[in-house]
């Protein structure tokens, strides 16, 4: 017996890759379509509308083909409102709950669409009937584990209509569109200039930058851009681990990163224990904040972003040493601290670390602008492959590209 | 002022990203279009049907901008025949000649579209009026070195039509379609069984399989694999470097490569002058070929490779040791003979080398599949990034690959 | 004014590199060295011995050089007792504390070399006077946030003796003696052949393997071959991730791993929610050990560990989903579990995890073998990088690894 | 039986490593040692003597072993003069040829050590009796292609004495010494800080510079501060590929670069035609001298070279499109066209480019400084692996990399 269902779609759908890839999703899982009406968009700035009957030889077919679908947008043909059950107990969520992606979305509740904050993937979505102030109802996102008994949990994709980000309207911006893909072949000074004219861009217009940083910036000798960046106003919130702020401390203390002077190039040994005295000089004092106000760390990254405020998240993980009384030790309670400040995120720079660049990039909204640099590919392809509408991807030496982007973005302000 | 033209496009527009690619790149080059009709494919088996008018404030934008439709299948309406100018010298080509695509293409001459033989990108294409017995017109492609004075060269896009390779109808092949990026994140026992699968199917179609392999091949331990291959029948045609054939007949004539025994790991020493005195040994006998016949040689992939008559090019390159006699040192004459291998492929695997699996690729039609094996990401990534109808990537070891590949492949011939 | 101090090394010292580091270290810092007495080991099983004088032009420096040479295994000729200072408070550790290696160690207390316990770098050294139960003297490492008041720490390293590894006295193994470079030019099955019958020499002398394996275990389709090994008593310790344990329940519950089914390759979609759904349907059932007794999870790594008791630890971390009941989310804590395991292990086998393998490899003495195992080179070197006497590092593909292992180690079972 | 020889060694000994490899050999291929006396240098500046009696249960592996000494610089203890046969053919060497090493050599010919020439890894090593002018014997190395029937060829080691480059005495240098490993954790900006401190004292010493470069230094945007570079007089020698000079001569005529304006960024599109359009310009115009002259091209690192009469060798390989008239297609021939730059130069930097910085470092004596960068390790990694006295090697990106180098070189001239 077949089955079928008719969904409609609106947008910029063929330049975004909408359709190819609904299309392309139909075949892939076996299914077969028929167009009922495509009505293309006749000029780049008219949006497109097509409505489109998808058929299955069984049910669970139909289904898959109908998540990827509305994953992309789809939406059913006279939609019914979300169907919403009650988490059985904290952290548990109904068999069929609804699991978010990272695109703006909408739930259909009481006869109206309604957006959904908080816009982070792999969530549940919570409705609350009479959330808001004025009794209206509120959505948002909420993750397993911060589920409580009674939530009012989103069980059904049929109610829910998904806003995947769509091609902007003018190229040649160095900010690719939904590109996993990442290409050495670029110009690096050029792309660089790019992403210092975008940090400018963001901060005129009032905006949020987070930096996302790797201890290989410090290593690397980038450090005093970073903070240069920093004492001028240029990043609004650090997310980082133990590693980098140990390493960054440890040249304010002793002049060295890993044992190695970053100008003279001088005693790059192993052996050194620098980065352990300095841990252990930091919970003397009692934190970073502690240890700058005694004099004790004059200058670097932490430093900076205690004399300026900066809203700085240092998570722990595993692999740390110490760690720093500063560090958030447990994953959720660290998971949360960045949530907030990828929420309110306008741009996030993330430089050369995977471990922090994926926790930030797991709560961050596809409509986010995101610049990932590493020198390896993989990191930065692995990073960009989660449909950004707005992303630069560089395959570049953070040791250089530090220094450069805070020369182009400081000499504006000369 | 305004330029515009108007073009069409037919063929599975939307699923094969055609549409999307040609009004990016309209987009993109700062043109605007306006969409005549759109006649959507209404099945997953239906072709659809694009007639569309492009616009830009000058002409040279506009030429840009018809450029790049036409790579993507865009046809003017009502195409004037193809322009022909003579070449004025040998290897010189007229001004604005054509400069082929690695697609399927054709070219309206005399009232009628002819098929261009010898599909290769970045050619001349040269039409004989009379080219064939029948004294009907041939088009064919050369590269600019095999230019000859006189020959008839195509030198405008007007009455050239490019077919790009469609997306295949059927879903869940492991061969992607035209996808530069590779992840490595697939399962790789059954991605190498499907390639096993497509390597025995080609066979039995009667099909061609050509081999390009590196020395890693040989240092990896996994020539014992590809020589079984071979031996089978599964391999028509080898291309490979000096380094290849010296790494391997190093194994026959002293069981090791590079100095070190691959099944005991024993000596694994730098200072072993063992491929220089293979080579050495090879010069005496005069060439490979006469040191299997003198028994010197027996056994590995270049033994292999005699006995069973493979078609074998030893491609010369500026790292060469030696090199050996059947090495051919001149690159325009490796070249052309690679040239005529990867004409008659009609799967080509392509095992741990950037150089060659290039050289190879450079010569392939779009529509050839291929295979990509390197422990290297960003060699997959490059080699696939062609635009191929059907192509598998595969971050692997060739080391393991080979010989799981062989398995897979020889054991149902058991 | 010259600054001298004499120091004795004794040993293998030229063909474990002790001498030329030392060297070379006095040269790097500037200083000057004069030879007193220098008795060659006449043959390989004959051991050497240096005194040496060595001088800088600052008391700085020499305090510098003296702290390389001892970390290579010099001691101060005519050594003093370990000198002791008790923690000021939790956590906290006088400021000159001894910073341990991972070598083998002793302290000279009460006129006594004594062994240090529980090896592992950059921790601090505690000496209990009358720690063991016969009143004799303790010794062992700390970390610093496991430090409590009034423990009595080590600060000086001239009681103290470093006992780096040695070169083993035969040669041709594929372990490798102190080299954190790597070659991708080694034959592949042979390197495991060679993996293999270590992990059963460890298995038949009665000795621990640790298992810390990443999710790319899971993805690339060598989960049911590790599966084996667990199910055949070759895993004794497993360490992991929330994402290694997640993708593996996921393949129990769906066959799939991040939605795409390992065995067909089939419905590759990144939109599939698999993976959240299995973490719902684990916390619903309590964690794993319930969900394997419930029924709901049936096969896999995870319930062979559970079914043949491994001891496993499943570490958090801040890139998380869900995360599962059973994940350890403190990372300290999680940390204290991973060493434990660590310091019971005899051989350590590392699977495709940068972050789990260096927390392991954080708590590792250099005298525990190990074998790295990722298809990115960088990972293998920075894993190798730690001065284990004895380490294999392969550069090669985990989905054709595992599967090739558990081959060649269940082989010589039947 | 056992089989035993008496071999010397005198130098740096312990600090350069020979001794550790030396007993290391010993042990790995099986045999044992005696030391009859060793003498170590007292202070940093005293060489050590040693003599060594080496024993083997089989002749065949006393040869393995005396050749790993002598490739270290092991002397038999009092050596005959070299033995001398006469090339049977053209390419043809006697059976047990001696096979160079990249280190300096000497030959003991009638009761001299006479100073090989033309020092090269894996050539013959030819002696001329009456070689000089003043009818004195001449020694010096000929790759096997070379070879003319007649000439005298070494064939034993025993009166061959190589001399490995020792360690620098002084510390401290970004040139490491002989380390095959390369960290990615240092500071990129002193590190380039050194190699342009390094640059400007060889050009000081009025020493040779050589640049090996690839096209991703052009991609990359780089090519205008490796013009400046050439403008400037530092560089003697450029060796390319005809990739390198078809996207530098791209550059000139068109403003882009495979394409793509690497100063805006705008029409990064595949399909563009400009780099073979170019290649068929130069043709016409004869070549890229004439080219130049005919002000066809008017800037750029060719044009520069031209400008500059800077020694430029522009080798083929078999993935070139065209080629231009000015590649050398011949790969012996192009080598021996490399091989007299990199005889020449003191200096030489290897930019983004495995095939070229490979041909050129086979032709490098490892006296030779080297400095090597590229974003790709194993890159780095392999051109270092070869026993350089100093190198640096950096993974770095070439488009930051060669702005900033040239920067730091030229703003001393200002």
Redesign the interface.
């Known amino acids: 017996m077949t089955h079928s269902r008719t969904v409609e779609l609106e947008g910029h759908l ?4 909408t ?2 890839r609904c ?8 299914g ?4 009922e009406q ?1 009505d ?5 700035t008219e949006e497109s509308y097509c409505r489109l009957t998808v058929s299955a030889d069984d049910a669970e077919t139909l289904r ?1 083909i109908l ?2 679908l509305h ?1 992309n947008g789809a939406v059913l043909e006279n939609p019914s409102g979300v169907d919403l059950v009650a988490a059985p107990a904290d ?3 109904p ?1 069929d ?1 609804y ?1 978010t ?1 990272n695109h703006p979305t909408e739930v259909l509740y009481d006869g109206e669409w309604i957006d959904v904050e908080r816009i982070e993937m ?1 969530c549940a979505l919570v409705v609350e009937p009479e959330g808001n102030q004025d009794g209206s109802p509120r959505a948002y996102t909420k993750t ?2 911060a589920v409580e008994e009674g939530d009012l949990i989103a069980t059904d994709r049929s109610g829910v209509r998904v806003n995947p980000p769509e ?1 902007p ?6 900010f690719g569109f939904m590109q ?2 990442v290409s ?9 200039r ?1 992403v210092a004219k975008e940090l400018r861009a963001v901060k005129e217009d009032g905006g949020n930058v987070m930096v996302v940083a790797g201890p ?1 910036v410090i ?4 450090g005093d851009a970073l903070a240069d960046l920093v004492a001028a106003g240029y990043v609004d919130a650090l997310s980082a681990g133990n590693g980098f702020a140990t390493h960054d401390l440890e040249r304010s203390l002793y002049g060295t ?2 044992g ?1 002077n ?8 192993k ?3 620098h ?3 300095t ?2 000089e930091i ?2 004092a009692g934190g970073i904040e502690a240890a700058v106000e005694e004099g004790i760390v004059t200058e670097g990254v932490m430093y900076e972003c205690v004399e300026n405020d900066v809203d700085t998240v240092i ?9 720093l009384p500063d ?1 958030i ?4 309670e ?2 949360n601290a ?1 949530r907030e400040q990828a929420h309110d995120a306008d741009i996030v720079i993330m430089l050369a670390t995977l ?2 660049s ?2 930030v990039g ?1 709560c961050l909204s596809s409509t986010t602008k995101t610049v990932c640099v590493d ?4 990191t930065v ?1 692995q990073l960009l492959d989660r449909g950004s509408a707005q992303a630069i991807g560089m ?7 530090v ?2 982007l805070a020369e182009f973005v400081l000499e504006g302000d000369a």
């Not at 063929?14 to 890759?17: K, T, W």
């Not at 998570?315 to 760690?323: C, E, V």
């Not at 020198?375 to 993989?378: K, L």
């Open positions: 063929i330049d975004s890759g359709m190819q299309f392309g999703a139909v075949m892939d899982l076996g077969s379509f028929d167009v495509f293309v968009g006749k000029h780049e898959d998540h990827e994953q952290k548990v969520v068999p709950f699991s992606t792999d397993l584990n091609r309207r003018s190229g040649g911006s160095a996993g893909g050495a072949e670029r110009p690096s000074e050029s792309t660089i790019e290989a290593h690397s000798g980038a990163s890993l190695m970053v100008e003279t190039l001088e005693h790059p040994r052996g050194h224990k980065h352990i005295w841990i252990s919970i003397r998570a722990g993980s595993i692999r740390d040493d110490g760690p560090t030790t447990d994953a959720v660290a998971q960045i471990l922090h994926v926790a797991n020198i390896n590919p993989a392809t395959v570049t030496d953070i040791g250089t590209f220094p450069t």
